[in-house]
């Protein structure tokens, strides 16, 4: 048996799939079509019903994945078949050329001004905006350059330019321009399989016929997209083709089977108006059907900023003057008109990728009579294929949100974990030891400083090298330089090579998302990763300053001096390992807890289920033949436990430490667990005096019962409470298959952490100064992750004192705590006092 | 100086601030806290044994 899996497509689907795999002691192989992952996740501005920003969401989770040692990315590359039997398969891929070697290209960008042949529409951007024959293909992970062969004129006519090499071979000092690749077939070892191809938007001829290709400013969605986008064509000023911005937008919802063209719109013109508070925008659609609750509040949301939303039918469009279109439709059978409008978005019906069928038929697997992937004739579970190992999850089964695709992402990590099981921990590398300079906090500072450009980003607004020649003039920087794209680690592992440094100094973009990966090449240059301090040149100055260069580079000079000041101080610090306890607990025998405790039993992982029905059959007796099927597999599993007739007692203790009391007829047992699940259906009566564990857990529900967890389209299976997680009735109100599906992704949540031996955490946490804690508790109602307790001790006199104790494993170090004490006594680690003061005296001194 | 707080079985316990010469002595102090509501441990140092104590107050009260 293999433990590793094979994931195809990088959305958010294979990608939430990746990550929750080789956190259960996974290998994953993610292969991806297009050059770059992402999917459509990263090419859209906003998500519906969070409203949160796409890429800023899913920036962090691509750098995680393209920096994880077991996962290895094959992008630009298609499943050719797939042979061999569940456990053992055998995976044949294509990889196609890029004619740039990825392992030697560093993403300097050096060869783009050289090529003569520019103009080249940018396929990721659907056409707008213009590249040169060598580009990126989008702005995510990997970057890696790529260099088109129907525009290159070396590739077409086997010269380019005068000299004998071509310009962007003389440009590139890594000899990474290879004009000899040829598409390769490489062949994978894999236990299991996961397809999360996605969707895509189906252009038919009913787009022609309102315009679409016929008519200027008659776009998809997608194309709106990547105009409302920030990193898109036009940096996220929507604009017509003249180049005018537009103020009146209506979107025409062409797909009302389900509700995701309909909130795909709602989003777009939120978007729009939340840019241009002036704009009017018009939602056209024919009664679409919505279901959930979350979707209900967005949309009330839209109302409320003025989005109108027109019911309509035979909706039909004419060319307007000066660009515009008239759009006119039926209502009730009565005709009426728009008045013209600047632009016109259709949002289509959403098919199976392009690829999916080519996929299905190289792999033999079968698909339904909409192209999306089936499973066997008699078998229910929506997330299995006609072919055994072979799962699917996200749009690639029907189309979906964001939301929705990751929790199925996670059931289907579960299932393939369930398979593996035997085989966990066998694919995977360990993480590389960490081997340190042996540095102390009193050492005097040494700091190498480097500079990046990140692109034209910060180097095409910053005088960069005064910058530079700046930053060495501060104290203790001893080395400063520049970098085209420091992220990829080249620069810094250089300078660290001289073993002469004891501080690491980070001019570039944003640490939100790039701060692990510079922590990453920090440790790799034998320096603790809490010897590092990053400076925002590129939000903080270029970007907020864009029409101000001389004070943007003012600016950049002051951060940097402030961050000098700061890394000085800082101080080198260990990860807190926080041991586990190898179980799980869930609570509620609705069919997704039974779901979830038979995915961790089938993964060899202990659980106990806790039910207060009297009996499995009085659990069976109102589920379907399915259920009923899951809850005798459960009951002949050794290694789960179910209690019924039994509720749970009192709960406490912290990730990966819980401990829980039963309470059975019998009498009470207490479990240490791991990890806790509440799959209760929201009608579950408030926990009895036995014990509340909503209160012990910190757990909260909306006015509508169902549970509330933590914000964001990527975590609706977590709550605020870290290691307790939700699924199924006890947070919104399902079907019993999406149920089951629930129940399983929560599975991978849990198995994510026990089946670890220890959690590795931060050491950014709060330290109590004991000396000077008096136990006044201020500190306590503002902490969010309820880790200070206070507590009573006594002196030799019989006095008492208070102080307060945290919680390594619960604090999150956001500082509530060090900002509410009145005695300077608690402070996070790397964040002192004197740290922080440092960085603002240093604000005043003159560049 | 004895540190002010001591790390016993992952909890956070605070020195009672008196060294005492005898683990009867004390074992006998740790006794009286114990019936007081709070957990006690002893450690012994080269000078003498330390009394460790902690109670968790959950109703909190701000003044």
């Given at each position: 048996m293999n433990g590793s899996v094979l994931v195809v497509g990088a959305g958010p689907a294979g990608m939430r799939a990746s990550s929750e795999l080789v956190d259960q002691g996974f290998k994953v192989f993610l292969v991806e079509e297009k050059p770059t992952i992402g999917g459509k996740m990263a090419q859209i501005d906003k998500m519906f019903p969070s409203n949160e920003c796409s890429s800023c969401t899913i920036m962090p989770k691509m750098l995680e994945i393209a920096n994880d040692p077991n996962i290895n990315i094959i992008a630009f590359s298609e499943v050719q078949s797939i042979t061999g039997k569940p456990g053992d398969f055998k995976v044949k891929v294509l990889k196609k050329p890029r004619y740039v070697d990825p392992m030697r290209c560093n993403a300097c960008t050096d060869c783009f001004p050289v090529c003569p042949a520019g103009g080249v529409p940018m396929a990721y951007n659907l056409g707008r905006g213009a590249s040169k024959a060598i580009s990126f293909y989008s702005p995510f992970p990997p970057r890696k350059a790529l260099i088109h062969p129907e525009k290159c004129n070396y590739l077409l006519s086997g010269k380019c330019g005068d000299l004998e090499q071509p310009p962007c071979v003389q440009a590139c000092e890594r000899r990474a321009i290879d004009f000899s690749q040829k598409p390769v077939t490489g062949e994978l070892h894999v236990g299991a399989v996961i397809i999360a191809t996605g969707s895509d938007e189906l252009h038919t001829d009913r787009l022609t016929e309102y315009g679409y290709g016929k008519i200027p400013n008659v776009l998809t969605s997608l194309e709106y997209e990547r105009l409302l986008s920030g990193l898109g064509p036009t940096g996220g000023v929507v604009k017509r083709d003249d180049g005018t911005a537009p103020q009146t937008v209506a979107w025409y919802v062409m797909d009302n089977a389900s509700s995701i063209g309909f909130m795909t719109a709602v989003t777009e013109a939120m978007g729009t108006v939340e840019k241009n508070s002036n704009a009017s925008v018009w939602v056209l659609h024919e009664n679409t059907h919505i279901s959930r609750e979350t979707y209900s509040d967005f949309i009330q949301k839209a109302q409320e900023a003025n989005v109108e939303f027109v019911p309509a039918d035979a909706v039909s469009t004419t060319e307007g003057n000066d660009g515009n279109i008239n759009i006119s439709y039926q209502t009730a059978g009565r005709k009426s008109q728009l008045a013209d409008v600047n632009m016109f978005v259709l949002v289509p019906t959403l098919a199976p990728s392009e690829s999916a069928q080519k996929l299905a038929h190289n792999i033999g697997v079968q698909l339904n009579p909409w192209g999306f992937f089936d499973k066997q004739?008699?078998?229910?579970?929506?997330?299995?294929?006609?072919?055994?190992g072979i799962f699917v999850c996200g749009s690639a089964l029907e189309p979906k949100g964001i939301d929705d695709a990751v929790t199925q992402a996670c059931a289907a990590a579960s299932h393939a974990a369930a398979l593996l099981s035997k085989a966990r921990g066998t694919a995977v590398v360990p993480p590389p030891e960490k081997k340190y300079l042996p540095i102390t906090s009193e050492d005097e500072p040494s700091i190498a400083a480097l500079i990046c450009k990140c692109g034209p980003n910060i180097g095409g607004l910053l005088d960069i090298n005064e910058l530079a020649e700046y930053t060495a003039s501060l104290p203790y920087v001893h080395q400063v330089e520049l970098t085209p794209f420091g992220c990829d680690g080249v620069k810094i592992r250089e300078m660290l090579r001289s073993k002469a440094f004891n501080r690491v100094l980070v001019g570039g973009c944003s640490p939100k998302t790039h701060e692990e990966v510079f922590a990453i090449h920090t440790e790799g240059g034998?320096?603790?990763?809490?010897l590092m301090e990053m400076v925002n040149l590129r939000n903080h100055c270029t970007w907020v300053h864009s029409k101000d260069p001389k004070e943007a580079t003012e600016k950049a000079k002051t951060l940097m001096r402030m961050g000098a000041r700061r890394v000085a101080l800082q101080e080198p610090l260990e990860d807190i390992h926080i041991p586990v306890s190898p179980a799980a607990l869930v609570i509620g025998g609705t069919p997704s807890g039974v779901a979830c405790a038979l995915k961790l039993a089938q993964a060899d992982l202990r659980v106990y289920l806790v039910e207060k029905e009297s009996g499995l059959n009085a659990v069976k007796a109102n589920q379907s033949k399915f259920v009923s099927r899951l809850i005798d597999a459960l009951a002949k599993l050794d290694n789960a436990r179910i209690f019924t007739g039994s509720e749970l007692g009192a709960v406490q203790g912290y990730l990966g430490n819980f401990n829980a009391e039963i309470i059975t007829v019998d009498g009470k047992e207490e479990i240490e667990i791991g990890s806790i699940v509440i799959a209760t259906d929201q009608n579950m009566a408030a926990p009895s005096d036995n014990g509340n564990y909503e209160t012990q857990l910190f757990l909260k529900r909306g006015e509508n019962k169902f549970f509330v967890g933590m914000l964001g389209n990527l975590n609706p299976l977590d709550f605020n409470t870290a290691g307790v997680f939700k699924c199924g009735p006890a947070r919104m109100e399902m079907g019993v298959l999406d149920a089951i599906m629930d129940g399983e992704g929560a599975a991978s949540r849990v198995a994510g952490i026990i089946s670890k031996t220890e959690l590795i955490k931060s050491p950014i946490i709060s330290v109590v100064v004991d000396g000077k804690c008096d136990g006044c508790a201020y500190c306590i109602e503002p902490c969010p992750a309820h880790a200070v307790t206070l507590i009573e001790y006594m002196q030799h006199d019989g006095t008492k004192k208070k102080t307060v104790e945290i919680n390594d494993a619960l604090c999150l170090g956001c500082g509530n705590c060090m900002a509410t004490c009145p005695k300077d006594a608690v402070y996070v680690q790397n964040f002192k006092p004197e740290q922080i003061m440092e960085m603002v005296h240093s604000v005043s001194e003159e560049a | 100086m004895p540190l002010l707080t001591a790390k016993i079985d992952g909890k956070k316990f605070m020195w009672d601030n008196f060294m005492y010469s005898s683990e009867a002595e004390a074992k006998e102090k740790i006794a009286a806290y114990e019936k007081d509501g709070f957990e006690a441990a002893c450690l012994t140092e080269a000078e003498g044994y330390l009394v460790y104590t902690r109670k968790v107050i959950t109703e909190i009260t701000l003044e």
């Open positions: 004739s008699g078998d229910t579970h929506p997330i299995h294929t006609s072919r055994e034998g320096i603790n990763r809490y | -």
